[in-house]
């Protein structure tokens, strides 16, 4: 298994409640799963959790992907393992150009894998590739970091980023919320261009919508920080006809 | 009849300075000697305690041609431009670049005409008694000088010096001038510099303050100006070393459709108390006037902004912004902001804001989870939030000297 989560349970910090209680979910190398589910049924909190985002703490249960455990390590560590995270709500970092921000992120993820830094010529040739697949101006990757993007802009530069960082697990957190079909057509195909044997993707969204454009191998149903439902694509297409009360009501 | 002050280490070794310096500092001393340095209960000094912070006064400083050049060789001065080397307090002709026609340098120490020193201007007076060399600067009417030129300060040894400097620039000329204040490694030199800047009407000018000393050195700087009509001054202010500094900027702004910018950063490390005193008196209708200080403090560090500006009844249409914005980075780090609007004329702009913050949580790990390690991470976040303030800098060169400032500071305090 390329990640498996066993019995999870993830409360935040600041005021105790818990939001993850029990989770257990396997995903394997070339796997692309699905997670739907309700708002507040954890969905966010799960994806911050495998980033490592401090403000949520693990009281119970593994993580490990390829084999590693990776609770105890830091955002920039996990990045570097091969985790990605596509933000819901990417930020804005007035101040920060965005090419170097880029080239920084390549280079510190290079260099912690005892590989040699990019050169920028290098660098440039391979931000206007992607760019260019991603329909992504280079002009906005003139500006401070995410500031002044339209809705989908920051979304496709999440997964222009995604694309120059090549990870092995990519986390899509409700990348298709705030995009229209055109920009949800450009992202899902960034997405099955990097579809590859050896690179899973856990993809969360509300809606069946996003799946039809990737479409997932398995699909679970996250409700009340637990997993209680998984099936194929059908159950996805279930849940868009039917919502989520009758999964809901058989498995209580 | 008033108790004499009992006075302090550092006031006992000014005093002793001051008496050995002659005639011209006798109004120094006898104001020290009365009433010793401020302290907090004078208002212009409430936040920089000087009497309690000012530890020593050392010996005045000197220098020869030898020691002159080792000190540029080592300092780096090489920055592109006209450098006039400054070293222990005496300028070195010798070694300065050649100037164009259009500019006339004098080097002269000024005994007279000082004008009136108010009793709170310790830095002015200190300056008047301990004054022993200084430039007076002329550039010609309608004079475009691409070449920025650099009066570099350096001190090689824990000495004091004091300089004050004039210049005068013609009607619709146009420069760039820097200040660089610089030390060599571990000395605890004190120095003192007054500027008298008239810029002429039409002119546009750049002032850059550099002050990069190390981490024992005391600074104490004034840059007086007045602005003419229609012109067009830029002050900008880098605060990346020194344990005690004190910056006052006091702008008298006479001609009217004049535009000021005042852009300041200071770096505030470990032990150090870095004092930014702004005053605008706006005199005449229609000008404006952009404040903007951007601070970072570390370890117990201390920071002071103080910006007062003063808007006379006559000076309808003024439009006059000031902003304060510090990061504060440890639980010991300090800075105290004291925005002050005096409004007279009753059709006026005027706006002030001053902010406290720490690094977002949000974007440290936006930056983080991308790979970027927390130290190089925390650094970017850091230099965006200073940097901003040099961006869009028509001299972009100095937009550069100053990234490379912050770059250096934050390798040694991040």
Redesign the interface.
């Known amino acids: 298994m390329m990640l498996e989560i066993k019995n999870l349970h993830v409360k935040i910090v600041e005021d105790e409640t818990e939001i993850i209680r029990g989770l257990d979910l396997s995903i394997k190398a070339g796997e692309v799963a699905a997670i739907m589910g309700p708002n507040g049924s954890g969905k966010s909190t799960l994806s911050y959790v495998l980033a490592g985002r401090d403000k949520y703490e693990v009281t119970e249960g593994s993580v490990t992907f390829n084999g590693e455990n990776i609770l105890d390590m830091s955002p920039d560590e996990r990045a570097v393992s091969g985790i990605f995270l596509a933000f819901q709500y990417p930020m804005e970092i007035p101040g920060v150009a965005t090419m170097n921000f880029l080239k920084a992120a390549m280079n510190s993820q290079r260099k912690a894998r005892g590989q040699a830094e990019l050169l920028t010529p290098e660098f440039i040739r391979l931000v206007k590739q992607s760019a260019g697949d991603l329909g992504v101006s280079m002009d906005i990757l003139k500006r401070a970091l995410n500031v002044g993007f339209s809705g989908g802009e920051k979304k496709r530069a999440e997964i222009l980023q995604m694309a120059l960082l090549e990870p092995n697990l990519c986390i899509l957190d409700e990348t298709d919320s705030g995009l229209d079909i055109d920009a949800l057509k450009i992202v899902a195909e960034g997405v099955n261009a990097l579809r590859d044997k050896d690179r899973a993707f856990l993809v969360i969204t509300h809606y069946q919508r996003l799946l039809e454009y990737i479409v997932p191998d398995t699909v679970h149903v996250l409700y009340d920080g637990r997993i209680i439902q998984s099936g194929d694509k059908e159950l996805a297409l279930h849940l868009e006809k039917n919502g989520y009360a009758d999964v809901i009501a058989s498995a209580a | 009849m008033k108790t004499p002050v009992k006075h302090t280490i550092g006031e006992e070794a000014l005093l002793g300075l001051l008496q050995k310096a002659g005639p011209q500092a006798s109004q120094t001393l006898k104001s020290i000697n009365e009433r010793g340095l401020p302290t907090r209960r004078v208002e212009a000094w409430h936040y920089t305690d000087l009497r309690n912070l000012l530890k020593n006064y050392p010996d005045v400083g000197s220098s020869n041609e030898a020691t002159a050049k080792t000190a540029m060789a080592t300092c780096k001065i090489g920055l592109p431009g006209i450098t006039l080397p400054i070293i222990n307090g005496g300028y070195h002709p010798e070694l300065a670049t050649t100037l164009p026609q259009k500019i006339l340098v004098a080097s002269q120490c000024q005994t007279q005409d000082w004008g009136e020193i108010a009793k709170d201007d310790a830095i002015g007076l200190m300056n008047m008694g301990l004054a022993s060399d200084g430039l007076t600067i002329i550039v010609n009417e309608n004079a475009l000088i691409e070449d920025r030129i650099c009066l570099s300060h350096i001190m090689t040894d824990t000495k004091s010096a004091a300089t004050r400097h004039r210049v005068k620039i013609g009607a619709g000329a146009s420069l760039t001038l820097m200040e660089r204040h610089l030390t060599a490694n571990r000395v605890a030199a004190v120095t003192n510099t007054v500027c008298d800047l008239e810029v002429g009407d039409r002119s546009i000018v750049t002032w850059v303050i550099d002050q990069q000393m190390c981490d024992l050195a005391t600074r104490f700087g004034q840059l007086n100006v007045n602005l003419g009509a229609n012109a067009e001054l830029t002050i900008l202010i880098l605060n990346s070393g020194g344990k005690l500094v004190r910056q006052e900027i006091n702008v008298e702004v006479t001609g009217e459709g004049s535009e000021l910018n005042i852009r300041g950063v200071n770096l505030i490390g470990e032990g150090a108390h870095i004092d930014v005193t702004t005053r605008l008196d706006l005199r005449v209708p229609d000008t404006v006037s952009n404040e903007i200080f951007r601070n970072v403090v570390v370890g117990n560090g201390h920071g002071v902004f103080q910006g007062l500006i003063n808007v006379a009844s006559i000076a309808q249409k003024t439009d006059a912004r000031m902003a304060c914005n510090s990061l504060l980075l440890s639980d010991a780090s300090e800075f105290s902001a004291k925005p002050e609007l005096e409004i007279f004329a009753d059709d006026v702009q005027c706006a002030h804001g001053a902010t406290v913050s720490d690094i977002d949580?949000?974007?440290l790990?936006?930056?983080?989870?991308?790979?970027?390690?927390?130290k190089?991470?925390r650094e970017?976040?850091i230099?965006?939030?200073v940097?901003?303030v040099f961006?869009s800098l028509e001299v972009e060169q100095i937009g550069e000297v100053l990234n490379e400032r912050i770059d250096n500071w934050l390798s040694n305090n991040g």
């Open positions: 949580e949000d974007q790990f936006y930056l983080m989870a991308r790979g970027i390690p927390e190089q991470s970017l976040l230099t965006a939030f940097a901003e961006e």
